[in-house]
């Protein structure tokens, strides 16, 4: 029990610590320095936490290799087809926001005529014009997210944890939803709990992005190994059986 208490004062610090943070003009949120992170995590390396995060990390790394291992022809294919097209770079690099605020590049198979990666970044929508013809394929079978296997390889990302937005969407949304930085103390993930539960794609509204914080801020209380390989398998599911609303 007394673990537990710390583990959720530590939390509710860190969280404090991201609300009351000035957001600087290249990142969401400033790294926090090393010293800080293995002071809140030496509390808790006797606890479930490290163990935890050691399993998450193999089983990223595990799944990752095979993943691209066995996937190699389809992805040389598909970044042939998008090449064919308009003989540009198959691959579409933006910045993102990941843990603690630390911003990286993810990658993506490119989709769109446009590279937005700055202040403005325009969601996707139904029909967007922008989308190219293969681009719409890609989108609507997830494909255009398998480069980001590359991305959990180099530990900016963890298969499972809240989507990244773009840098320019978390500073809006930032502003309009009180808990959005909340997400921030877990690592981004390929997918995740609000994915998998229908809050994916396009957010028209506010209340669209505050459903799916509050469907991460779920998964980021109750992460544990068995929960990502249950959101790993409905992912799965999901994709083959074509239930979702990707555009």
Do not use: C
């Not at 991201?18 to 002071?39: F, G, N, R, W, Y």
């Not at 066995?70 to 040389?76: E, Q, T, V």
């Not at 990666?117 to 394929?137: E, H, P, Y």
């Not at 801020?217 to 609303?245: C, G, H, K, M, P």
Request: proline fraction near 5%; avoid cysteine.
């Amino acid at each position: 029990m007394g673990k537990a208490i710390r583990l959720v004062r530590q939390r509710r610090n860190l969280v404090g610590w991201v609300s009351a943070s000035k957001m600087p003009e290249k990142s969401i949120l400033p790294p926090l320095p090393k010293s800080e992170i293995d002071a809140l995590a030496a509390p808790l390396a006797r606890g479930r936490v490290r163990p935890q995060r050691i399993s998450k990390r193999g089983l990223d790394v595990t799944s990752a290799l095979l993943a691209l291992f066995l996937l190699a022809p389809l992805l040389l294919l598909i970044a042939v087809l998008i090449w064919v097209g308009d003989r540009k770079n198959p691959i579409f690099r933006q910045t993102r926001t990941g843990r603690y605020g630390k911003t990286f590049r993810i990658y993506k198979f490119r989709t769109m005529r446009v590279l937005e990666d700055g202040a403005v970044v325009q969601q996707a929508s139904r029909m967007d014009a922008r989308i190219t013809t293969i681009g719409r394929v890609l989108r609507r079978t997830s494909l255009d997210e398998l480069p980001q296997l590359v991305n959990v390889l180099k530990g900016d990302m963890s298969l499972v944890g809240p989507r990244p937005h773009a840098v320019a969407h978390d500073e809006f949304y930032g502003r309009e939803i009180l808990s959005y930085e909340h997400r921030f103390t877990a690592q981004p993930g390929l997918t995740g709990w609000a994915q998998i539960n229908g809050s994916r794609g396009e957010t028209p509204t506010i209340e669209h992005m505050r459903r799916r914080i509050e469907l991460d801020l779920w998964y980021i209380e109750n992460q544990s190994f068995t929960l990502d390989v249950r959101i790993i398998i409905r992912t799965a599911w999901t994709e083959l059986t074509r239930r979702t609303n990707a555009y």
